[in-house]
């Protein structure tokens, strides 16, 4: 937990409540004020600077992105307004659905400095000046007695940093790009952090790293609790990851959702199971054909977005099987055509996906656990779910790393006795996983199955989680 966490928390769960009271319409453009009052404490430059950051919190949080305001005086009742507007004429919820999820809180935002190596005055300006000769650039020069590095010259290698004896020399960063595997945010003109969407992956590692939450998930929460307003008949489907987040068992956490309003409730997991044997088929039947094959799971959408974008190479290498979700979705709609569905988990990606697989909505388990608050909901202490049968151990298991190579290779084993995987983890998107990846594709790298989790450790320690 950190300020940023905690007050977009108490955002959701203030929504929740106006929303159930009736009053939200009138309730949004007063919760800035109620939280940083005139004569009480701020955390920037002045009050009024902390409220504009809470309207474009809640902007997010009403689905609107900051990047296509064209209007500063427009109040938040009117954003809520079109979004009812919109929902009424929209043919299907995925019309509403953020083809971005993600929005830059420009007033949020501080304009970090540029990243660059510099000499801290625990310089010594020792005989030995091993920084001097590290430099491949000759950026180094010793002026007084310490050191000094020239910013034209240096390339950022890292190389006098790992030569001081005295820990002297450091990297300043700018933590969103740091974060960002793929280059896809960086400074505009005026120093605020913008997102080239053309290379975004929405990993939502952008998003943990900025230590001022400049950098927001657009959310559907309020269109879910309006559907189920509306009395359509909409059902959670909980992933794996928010099962393992939430307190109690499984059948609890359905429950919970249930008694939060939700006409029903199913495990994501159970989705988890076509997912395998579709997979180990998939395999098998790419290994006859070629023994020497490479294959990769697909249930990760932050890895399917980096393959499209930057790893094209590797296309032809990722399963074509849907992710769990996918196959949540349709077991759902199987049952009821007209159901709505709506996927919780700690991934930012998935809402990209759902957009794609034809997902009405995806909330955050934040989301979740917020609507949980609000309502008075503690999951420990609802009573367990009847279900017609829960998920196996392993589909279950997906949410962390290794969780799917251990069920195929779990169901493979079982169809072909004797059966190896040489199998590969990448446990988290960064520089040089991609760089492995890169690898990979050019079979520079032994292995023939490679499971690939966006998040270090698996969805579990997803961005939008309520546990890190």
């Known amino acids: 937990m950190n300020a940023a966490i905690h007050i977009r928390r108490e955002l959701m769960a203030r929504i929740v409540r106006a929303f159930d009271a009736g009053v939200l319409d009138s309730a949004l453009d007063r919760m800035a004020i109620e939280i940083r009052p005139k004569d009480g404490a701020y955390s920037r430059c002045c009050v009024y600077h902390d409220r504009a950051v809470l309207k474009y919190r809640l902007m997010a949080l009403l ?22 507007a919109q929902m009424d004429s929209a043919k299907t919820p995925q019309e509403l659905t953020p083809v971005h999820p993600l929005s830059i809180c420009g007033p949020a935002c501080s304009g970090c400095p540029s990243a660059k190596v510099v000499s801290t005055p625990n310089c010594r300006g020792c005989f030995a000046r091993p920084c001097v000769y590290a430099c491949p650039k000759n950026a180094i020069e010793i002026v007084d007695g310490h050191s000094r590095i020239d910013e034209k010259k240096c390339i ?5 940093i790992a030569a001081c004896p005295y820990n002297a020399i450091i990297k300043t960063t700018v933590p969103c790009e740091e974060a960002c595997p793929v280059g896809a945010i960086r400074k505009n003109d005026l120093g605020v952090a913008e997102i080239d969407f053309d290379r975004c992956i929405s990993c939502g590692k952008c998003a943990i790293a900025c230590p001022f939450g400049a950098v927001m998930e657009r959310s559907q929460l309020v269109e879910v609790l309006e559907t189920i307003k509306r009395g359509d008949k909409v059902v959670a489907m909980l992933a794996p990851s928010t099962c393992d987040q939430l307190p109690g068992s499984v059948e609890q956490s359905l429950q919970a959702c249930v008694d939060a309003g939700f006409s029903d409730a199913m495990e ?35 890895f399917v977005n980096l393959v499209a974008k930057h790893v094209p ?12 979700m996918v196959f949540a979705n349709e077991i759902v709609k199987g049952k009821d055509p007209a159901a709505k569905t709506v996927f919780v988990g700690p991934c930012v990606a998935k809402r990209s996906e759902a957009r ?13 656990a917020a609507l949980f608050e609000a309502r008075g909901i503690k999951v420990e202490e609802c009573r367990a779910m009847v279900t017609e049968r829960p998920a196996n151990p392993t589909a279950r298991n997906y949410s962390k790393s290794c969780g799917v190579t251990e069920a195929v290779l779990t ?18 998107i960064d520089k040089r996983t991609c760089a492995l990846l890169k690898l990979h594709a050019a079979g520079k790298l032994p292995g023939n199955f490679i499971e690939v ?16």
């Open 313 to 324: 190479e590797l296309i032809d290498k990722v399963s074509l099987t849907p992710s769990p």
């Open 411 to 428: 169901e493979a084993t079982a169809k072909i006795p004797g059966f190896k995987l040489e199998s590969k983890q990448v446990s988290g």
């Open 63 to 84: 689905g609107v992105s900051v990047e296509d305001e064209t209007d500063e005086s427009k109040q938040l009742k009117e954003y809520y307004r079109e979004l009812l």
């Open 156 to 160: 950022k290698c890292g190389k006098c």
């Open 453 to 468: 989790m966006a998040c270090p450790g698996g969805c579990v320690n997803g961005p939008c989680g309520i546990k890190k």
């Open 268 to 302: 994501v997991a159970l989705g988890a199971e076509m997912t395998t044997a579709h997979e180990t088929a998939e395999f098998i039947e790419r290994m006859e054909k070629d023994p020497k094959t490479l294959m990769t799971t697909s249930c990760c959408p932050a």
């Open 356 to 368: 794609r697989k034809n997902v009405d909505f995806v909330l955050s388990v934040e989301e979740l």
